[in-house]
């Protein structure tokens, strides 16, 4: 796995940085071709056998077309001239040629068809199981991971392969197209046919020269492609602080250096590319030269038949196209391969966190939290809980708070078993998470983060993500968390399509939305992190109503660094430096005379001003 993820603490001590593979790594992943990655591979070619026999006897039937019309046209030619050793009727021969060229056309047609069929297949598979496991991969691993890094994987290095998968078998027919042609060649006369090889040392030592000069400019014009990328996925995610900083015109002229460095380098490339072009058309007319002076004395000899001569011309002419896209070929398969292995690095990250073969599914049980002797971090030796203990009752509210770090958000993570503690155990329902199916888990707990996730879609679909409920449902949800009356306001009511993340409406409509998805899907043990941090005194009504609504009756977790948001808790806990410094009501906590009763003496709003 190294390179695939970045060092860092977690979610309690800020994003990871981003860590990029060493280029030396990029590159010996480009060059080695790696036996076992392409037996991993073929694993996925494995179900489309069928597919794959029909793929190669297409090719097969091609490359036999192609090999053979020129020797049907040199029958032909023989025939016309009177120099036939045979006595197949002329118009026998032409009923061949034109059955060669319908099968030529078929075969070409179905083997391009059925290797694109293919390839979409594999992909298909890939994609799947890519997707699948990053949806159960450790959190401690996508913490640590950029984001576009992964989205190169799965959209980039798949369809790397899906080129591959797609021109390989015309790369394999080129490869049996040549020694077919070489064999007939020598079959038809071995001395022209060693004279049309003697041009390929001279192709292999210009290649020898170009290949060398040609790698690094095609590297860097995959790399100046990458950079531009890059900055214009951070531009477009950033545009709201580029625009509030009026950097529209610093960053234009970042980007278009950017850009004309790739400009430059995709330039040089495609130069590069090309100069192999005349290099085999040269050649190719080299080798033509060779045989129409040497064969034609040959033929007014009598050393040979015109038929022969022409089947020649016609065998060079395709003899160096092979070769050709063979070469390019070689560079799709190493591409192909280090693609290959960055996306096996994907499948092959850990799932550590899974159901047990005798995992408990949770139904009815009392919705209680527990957390007994409690030791977690995201790095080794540095724990952010340390022995935290407590108990949340079923119908109790909890509130967590204290300092930015001093582990708030790592008990509610415990709780999800989004992470495995290190020491102690978490209790939801009296079972150990660890021991529990986490499907239920999920159907028992329910988390509002501060700032809600809606994904691309409706507003009613978005309410009903975590459920299958009716229509009617939803909109008692929306009605009960003050949502209704703003949704109903807007120009398609609840069919009305969110723009990404939710951004065509205001955070405490996104947050009332949010309560209505967690009504809905009813869970017994609610989660709140931070739910009324950034919302406005005005919308902060609305959103402690509908709290009201949404709370009644469950276990409640929540995290509020606003000390106005948990006076009426059951129970408060004071967290810092990972510990829990105090431990009651609001009441209690002020006749303490603590850290709590000091902030709200000196009438700080939050534990983010104690620390300011």
């Known amino acids: 796995m190294t390179g695939f993820t970045g060092s860092g603490s977690g979610p309690a001590s800020g994003p990871a940085p981003v860590v990029s593979r060493p280029q030396s790594q990029d590159e010996a992943i480009f060059e080695s071709f790696n036996p076992r990655v392409l037996e991993r591979f073929g694993t996925y070619l494995k179900p489309y056998r069928q597919e794959l026999f029909f793929t190669l006897a297409a090719v097969a039937a091609f490359v036999a077309a192609q090999v053979t019309i020129p020797l049907l046209i040199k029958a032909v030619v023989d025939h016309s001239a009177g120099t036939a050793t045979d006595n197949i009727p002329f118009d026998v021969l032409i009923a061949a040629f034109a059955g060669l060229i319908v099968l030529n056309t078929i075969s070409n047609f179905f083997q391009e068809w059925s290797a694109a069929q293919l390839a979409q297949k594999v992909v298909f598979d890939l994609r799947r199981a890519m997707f699948s496991h990053l949806q159960d991969v450790s959190l401690t691993i996508l913490d640590k991971t950029q984001v576009g890094r992964l989205m190169s994987r799965l959209q980039g290095d798949v369809n790397a392969l899906q080129e591959f998968l797609e021109t390989s078998v015309s790369a394999l027919g080129d490869l049996f197209l040549l020694f077919g042609i070489v064999g007939v060649l020598l079959w038809l006369d071995w001395r022209l046919g060693l004279l049309t090889l003697g041009v390929l040392p001279v192709m292999i030592g210009i290649r020898a020269v170009w290949l060398p000069w040609a790698k690094p400019l095609f590297r860097r014009a995959r790399d100046t492609s990458s950079i531009v990328n890059g900055v214009l996925a951070e531009n477009i995610g950033g545009v709201r602080t580029v625009q509030g900083a009026r950097r529209e015109d610093h960053n234009f002229d970042y980007f278009s250096e950017r850009v004309t460095d790739s400009f430059n380098a995709q330039t040089r490339a495609a130069l590069a590319a090309q100069l192999m072009v005349p290099t085999v058309e040269i050649l190719t007319g080299v080798a033509l030269a060779l045989i129409v002076v040497i064969g034609g004395y040959a033929v007014l000899g009598g050393q040979i038949g015109v038929g022969v001569m022409v089947a020649f011309i016609f065998y060079v002419q395709r003899f160096f196209d092979p070769i050709r896209t063979l070469s390019i070929q070689y560079t799709v398969m190493q591409r192909a391969m280090a693609a290959a292995h960055r996306i096996f690095e994907v499948l092959d990250v850990p799932v550590d966190i899974r159901d047990k073969p005798d995992a408990v599914r949770l139904s009815d049980e009392p919705p209680s939290v527990e957390f007994r002797s409690v030791t977690f971090g995201y790095q080794p030796d540095h724990p952010i809980l340390k022995d935290i203990s407590f108990r949340a009752e079923p119908g109790q509210m909890l509130a967590l708070v204290g300092p930015t770090g001093s582990g708030k958000t790592s008990i509610t993570a415990l709780t999800n078993r989004f992470y495995d503690v290190w020491e102690g155990q978490v209790l939801v329902g009296g079972h150990d998470v660890r021991d529990v199916e986490l499907p239920s888990l999920g159907h028992f707990v329910s988390m509002v983060l501060q ?114 948001t948990v006076r009426d808790a059951d129970r408060i806990l004071v967290l810092k430096d990972g510990r829990i410094i105090e431990d009651g009501d609001h009441d209690a906590l002020i006749r303490q005379g603590g850290l709590y009763a000091d902030l709200y003496a000196r009438n700080y709003a939050s534990f983010d001003d104690l620390t300011a």
């Open 451 to 564: 700032e809600p996730f809606l994904f691309t879609g409706t507003i009613l679909e978005n309410i009903r993500y975590r459920s299958g409920a009716t229509d009617e449902d939803i909109f008692a949800a929306a009605k009960a968390v003050r949502a209704h009356d703003f949704i109903t306001r807007l120009p398609n009511g609840y069919a009305t399509r969110l723009a990404q993340r939710g951004q065509n409406l205001s955070l405490g409509q996104r947050q009332l939305l949010s309560f209505a998805r967690a009504l809905v899907a009813n869970p017994k043990i609610l989660i709140l992190d931070e739910a009324t941090a950034s919302i406005d005194s005005f919308t902060e009504l609305d959103i402690q109503e509908a709290l009201k609504v949404l709370l009644k009756g469950r276990t409640s977790l929540v995290i509020a660094h606003r000390l106005a």
